[in-house]
Nanobody, 125 residues
Framework: VQLQASGGGLVQPGGSLRLSCEAP????????IAWFRQAPGKEREGVSCRSESDGSGWYVDSVKGRFVMSSDNDKHTVYLQMNSLKPEDTAVYYCAMSRRPGSGCYIQREEFGYWGQGTQVTVSS
């Protein structure tokens, strides 16, 4: 199982970026997809999750109202639209897929068994 994350880059504070995560065909109907990020010297944290199998989803408090997750099932791609970016959003962003179909988003991190390669987001003036 391969996930392909892309869309990172350098952006000024207050700017926007859209990350993409291409998942295996037909997977979005059954598996939860989440975005995680890891900043230098910090632990990896969950940013958002979306599951169409049970309609569950969440955002970490620090991105609520600024980040929006969406999907295009025809392209089996999940997006993370990031607006009003702050320097503290700087991190490597990873997309991950749940190990089990139908599990939804409210699962332990270890249950996200498939990971993309990461894409760097840098917010700096």
């Amino acid at each position: 199982v391969q996930l392909q994350a892309s869309g990172g880059g350098l952006v000024q504070p207050g700017g926007s970026l859209r990350l993409s995560c291409e998942a295996p065909a037909f997977s979005l109907d059954y598996y939860a997809i989440a975005w995680f990020r890891q900043a230098p010297g910090k632990e990896r944290e969950g940013v958002s999750c979306r599951s169409e199998s049970d309609g569950s989803g969440w955002y970490v408090d620090s991105v609520k109202g600024r980040f929006v997750m969406s999907s295009d099932n025809d392209k089996h791609t999940v997006y993370l639209q990031m607006n009003s970016l702050k320097p503290e959003d700087t991190a490597v962003y990873y997309c991950a897929m749940s190990r089990r179909p139908g599990s939804g988003c409210y699962i332990q991190r270890e249950e996200f068994g498939y990971w993309g390669q990461g894409t760097q987001v840098t917010v700096s003036s």
